[in-house]
């Protein structure tokens, strides 16, 4: 797959979804402990490193970082 660059922490859009690499290091009520990019139905990516999320066109999102879209995958 092409390496997308990845989505930081710092970027605005990032920041507008509370976006954190490290899911375990976001401070926001809403996030359930184990969920992550890797179980977010809007993840394209495998279950470690990088892939791309649906809602950052053109980035990759960490299959263990968080945003606040988080919505688990359906089986
Ligand atoms: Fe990760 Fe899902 Fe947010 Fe995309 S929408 S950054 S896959 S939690």
């Given at each position: 797959?092409?390496?997308?660059?990845?989505?930081?922490?710092?970027?605005?859009?990032?920041?507008?979804?509370?976006?954190?690499?490290?899911?375990?290091?976001?401070t926001d009520?809403?996030?359930?402990?184990?969920?992550?990019?890797?179980?977010?139905?809007?993840?394209?990516?495998?279950?470690?490193?990088?892939?791309?999320?649906?809602?950052?066109?053109?980035?990759?999102?960490?299959?263990?970082?968080?945003?606040?879209?988080?919505?688990?995958?359906?089986?």
């Amino acid at each position: 797959a092409a390496d997308l660059p990845h989505l930081s922490d710092t970027d605005p859009t990032a920041k507008a979804l509370g976006y954190v690499e490290d899911a375990s290091k976001s401070t926001d009520p809403k996030r359930k402990p184990g969920d992550t990019c890797a179980n977010c139905q809007f993840f394209t990516g495998g279950p470690t490193g990088f892939g791309p999320c649906q809602l950052f066109p053109g980035k990759s999102v960490s299959a263990n970082g968080w945003c606040v879209s988080h919505a688990v995958k359906k089986a």
